[in-house]
């Protein structure tokens, strides 16, 4: 069974940094995607940043420049290192995964693995 649980999340001022974890067990990654996603309440699900089997990584335009995605593929983590945060950054952060591609893409978020999801708020 597919796990993921994400931590890292708290509470900092503008400007600050975060780093999120996203430890995934049962998990076959070869030729899936990982990803991080946020909601705030009253808005979308917005997808903050993917990356690929090949190491590949898309990032909002939102978050681009600040935010980077990275692998630890030994340990089955994902990590997004979250710089100069916003007041706009604060949402639930929630980590997925998919282990296959569809059609040639991430299928991320219509299929796929969720975790619990871990708050951010920026103050």
């Known amino acids: 069974h597919v796990q993921l649980v994400e931590s890292g999340g708290g509470s900092v001022q503008a400007g600050g940094s975060l780093t999120l974890s996203c430890a995934a067990s049962g998990y076959t990654y070869s030729n899936g995607c990982m990803g991080w996603f946020r909601q705030a309440p009253g808005k979308e699900r917005e997808e903050v940043a993917v990356i690929d089997a090949d190491g590949e990584t898309t990032y909002a335009d939102s978050v681009k420049g600040r935010f980077a995605l990275s692998q630890d593929n030994s340990k089955r983590t994902l990590y997004l290192q979250m710089n100069r945060l916003k007041p706009e950054d604060t949402a639930m952060y929630y980590c997925?995964?998919?282990?296959?591609?569809?059609?040639?893409?991430?299928?991320?978020?219509?299929?796929?693995?969720w975790g619990q999801g871990t708050q951010v708020t920026v103050s």
């Open positions: 997925a995964a998919a282990e296959l591609y569809l059609d040639g893409r991430c299928p991320l978020p219509d299929i796929g693995y």
